[in-house]
């Protein structure tokens, strides 16, 4: 079954600092590859996504991922995070365009200014 | 941008009763919709998926008898709880795939309803 790890339950960190939130997935074929935001009493938006192509995917907000296929991985960066990058973080994956999104538990950030 | 939009937003309700959740794609025609459930703290777990004009397709453990779903046109599913109990209390989201177009490799989803059952 497909299943998607987030390594980091809870990150705190001062204005400024870098991030990096980790993310594994287990399908071996094909993937499409998400990372989604949720602001506190908001709804999802997209931050970015991998289908093919460049590896390093810039998205929204400064953010960037690098899809490696080789660790299963596609973790989340930031150069330097702001108070306002404070929300719960999620990576997804589905295997193809058609099929549902499987989620990650999410990662909470919090940001201190 | 492609906006769904969901109704009600909150809704508290008494043990016992139904409650219907309506998803919309505002802008967009979505032959494919999706009902999550998202507890406090947690991630979103996938419910069913709903395809306009046939049967839902519900994930293991989620019966289908309580969760009600109905995708009647290319811009409307509505999941209906029945006989809600406390423990449905949760945060359901919907998210609809566009029929094509730009958005045909993209999920959008809404804001969500907040379940209280008393």
């Known amino acids: 079954a497909q299943s998607v790890s987030q390594h980091n339950h809870h990150v705190i960190l001062s204005e400024a600092a870098s991030l990096e939130l980790g993310c594994n997935y287990s399908?071996?074929?094909?993937?499409?590859l998400f990372w989604y935001v949720q602001y506190p009493g908001q709804h999802l938006q997209l931050l970015l996504k991998?289908?093919?192509?460049?590896?390093l995917v810039k998205g929204i907000k400064g953010f960037e991922a690098e899809f490696i296929k080789s660790k299963f991985s596609f973790n989340l960066r930031k150069p330097s995070v702001q108070w306002s990058d404070t929300a719960e973080y999620f990576c997804a994956e589905r295997k193809g365009a058609g099929t549902a999104l499987i989620f990650g538990k999410g990662t909470t950030l919090s940001v201190s200014s | 941008g492609a906006v769904v939009s969901q109704h009600p937003s909150w809704v508290i309700c008494k043990s016992g009763t139904s409650v219907k959740i309506e998803c919309r794609s505002l802008d967009f025609q979505a032959t494919t919709m999706f009902w999550y459930r998202q507890f406090p703290k947690q991630s979103l777990m996938l419910m069913a998926t709903s395809n306009e004009g046939s049967k839902a397709t519900y994930e293991q453990g989620v019966e289908k008898d309580k969760f009600l779903i109905n995708h009647a046109s290319l811009t409307l599913s509505t999941l209906t709880v029945t006989s809600a109990h406390p423990e449905d209390s949760s945060f359901y989201i919907c998210?609809?795939?566009?029929?094509?177009?730009?958005?045909?490799?993209?999920?959008?989803f809404g804001p969500g309803t907040r379940l209280t059952v008393l």
């Open positions: 991998y289908f093919s192509g460049d590896p």
């Open positions: 399908y071996g074929g094909t993937v499409n």
């Open positions: 998210s609809a795939r566009e029929v094509a177009g730009v958005g045909y490799n993209e999920q959008f």
